[in-house]
């Protein structure tokens, strides 16, 4: 209860937040936007559409993820409010759990948003119902709770403008480890490959969450790729969580 409470009251403060709706409406409109670009295509008009509201969902949520992110616990700080809350019967864990959560379900929202207009654009367009769209966008959804969970990492030890830099660091690295670890296997020396598969073992590997490619051109996927996927993800998200929980619980506030 005190989980879901602290989750309840992290996303009325999220929703009240004008950067939120700023990032939002600007992907709306890139979204609607698409149609227009898309007519200027002759025959590519859905895979227009499919792939710039892809794009359009990674990019924008996870600004939203790193921008709200890094303030969850540094905003309690500067309003001194965790002296309050750290007093009353709340355990440190229950506290950043619910900051989470209240971020999530932030997320949840606006990313639902983007891909009911991606889904309805597409639609319109096609004349077909493209059910892939649904597992991209939540492969995409899971990459984006990875990004959110290391910027509450940062947000425990940093000031938000070094949490800022560390999570957008950690998402643009995480999109390229895979290829970087492919290109250093095939053509770097022996430092550089362990130094590009140390890299790789570290950070998440964001680019197996992107599957835009395969729907936009209409490419089968293997649904058992996508389960492990989903569990390699689950299990960074845990990893980051109880980094954050224990580097919480050891920091002093007096």
Do not use: C
Not at 88 to 93: S, V
Not at 149 to 172: C, E, K, N, V
Request: avoid cysteine.
């Amino acid at each position: 209860m005190r989980i879901a409470a602290i989750a309840l009251n992290t996303f009325r403060e999220a929703v009240r937040d004008r950067i939120l709706y700023s990032i939002l409406a600007f992907a709306l409109l890139l979204i609607g936007a698409s149609a227009v670009l898309a007519s200027l295509s002759i025959g590519q008009e859905g895979r227009i559409v499919k792939d710039l509201g892809l794009a359009s969902i990674s990019l924008f949520g996870t600004f939203i993820a790193i921008f709200l992110g890094i303030g969850l616990v540094f905003k309690e700080i500067e309003r001194r409010t965790i002296y309050a809350i750290i007093a009353k019967p709340i355990h440190r864990f229950q506290f950043l759990l619910g900051k989470y959560i209240g971020l999530v379900l932030t997320l949840l929202v606006t990313v639902g948003a983007m891909v009911l207009l991606v889904v309805v654009l597409a639609w319109a367009i096609d004349g077909h119902w493209t059910p892939g769209l649904l597992a991209a966008a939540a492969l995409d959804f899971v990459a984006l709770m990875i990004v959110t969970a290391a910027a509450l990492l940062f947000s425990t030890f940093s000031t938000p403008t070094l949490s800022a830099i560390f999570a957008l660091g950690t998402f643009l690295i995480g999109r390229l480890s895979g290829d970087l670890k492919i290109f250093a296997d095939q053509f770097a020396g022996l430092g550089l490959r362990l130094i590009a598969n140390g890299i790789y073992l570290v950070l998440p590997d964001l680019s197996r969450f992107q599957m835009g490619a395969q729907i936009v051109n209409g490419l089968p996927f293997d649904s058992a790729q996508i389960a492990g996927t989903l569990l390699y993800g689950l299990a960074y998200i845990l990893m980051l969580l109880s980094l954050a929980i224990g580097i919480f619980q050891r920091r002093d506030f007096k």
